[in-house]
């Protein structure tokens, strides 16, 4: 089954207590991307990877860091979390950048404490 | 700065009726608009996609493009309740590396 999986589901954790969430697509996409979506403010982007080696800002980058050493893996780590980290974080893959479908993964909801 | 605008609803449209979601967007150089659709707690879902102005008819859902009006709605017919819902317009603008700017998303109920 074609799908983008994210772990952990659900994750409560503490200020300053590095983590990282992992996605994964099975879909040899070369587009991925990481949202976060919050009540009032929408999803927005993070982070994105045209490929592989290949990372760029999106629009509320700070405090978060990215890695993309395979094609199928993106994930997104947390070297010191803070409390306004707390939200639900969506990754997201295409099988391009352009006018293709983006399929969303099941979600991660953080807690910082 | 990007924006994508959207009333966040609620927007209650009986049963059986057709329901009009709207989007409007400040960025005249974007090319390509989507609707998601995005269940409580679940993740979004495409709905629609829109490239050229006028009238995109799939099924029951009906994507509108005016660009010189920055302008996009969907129109969804003989509504159900199952397509209650929170509906997302995202737009993207052409040329560059930038992916999707996603409006807040206006939430649809349909009264049975």
């Known amino acids: 089954e074609a799908q983008v999986t994210q772990n952990p589901r659900y994750l409560i954790t503490v200020t300053g207590k590095k983590l990282t969430v992992t996605c994964s697509q099975n879909?040899?996409?070369?587009?991925m991307s990481w949202y976060r979506q919050d009540p009032g403010l929408g999803l927005r982007q993070i982070y994105y990877?045209?490929?592989?080696?290949?990372?760029d800002k999106g629009d509320v980058p700070e405090g978060y860091k990215v890695s993309r050493k395979e094609k199928r893996n993106f994930p997104l780590i947390l070297e010191s979390p803070s409390p306004n980290q707390t939200s639900l974080y969506f990754c997201?893959?295409?099988?391009?950048?352009?006018?293709?479908?983006?399929?969303f993964g099941p979600g991660t909801r953080l807690t910082v404490t | 700065q990007k924006e994508v605008e959207q009333n966040s609803g609620p927007l209650s449209v009986p049963e059986g009726a057709i329901a009009s979601l709207n989007c409007t967007y400040s960025?005249?150089?974007?090319?390509?608009f989507f609707w998601y659709r995005q269940y409580s707690g679940k993740s979004p879902e495409l709905i629609m996609s829109?490239?050229?102005?006028g009238d995109k008819e799939d099924g029951r859902f009906t994507a509108q493009l005016n660009k010189a009006s920055q302008y996009v709605s969907l129109l969804i017919r003989d509504s159900q309740p199952s397509d209650s819902a929170t509906y997302l317009c995202?737009?993207?603008?052409?040329?560059?590396?930038?992916?999707?700017?996603f409006g807040k998303g206006t939430h649809l109920i349909i009264q049975p």
């Open positions: 879909m040899n996409h070369e587009y």
């Open positions: 960025d005249r150089g974007s090319q390509s």
């Open positions: 990877s045209m490929n592989v080696e290949v990372t």
């Open positions: 997201a893959s295409s099988i391009a950048l352009g006018d293709y479908e983006q399929y």
């Open positions: 995202a737009g993207r603008s052409g040329g560059g590396a930038d992916g999707l700017t």
């Open positions: 829109i490239y050229s102005n």
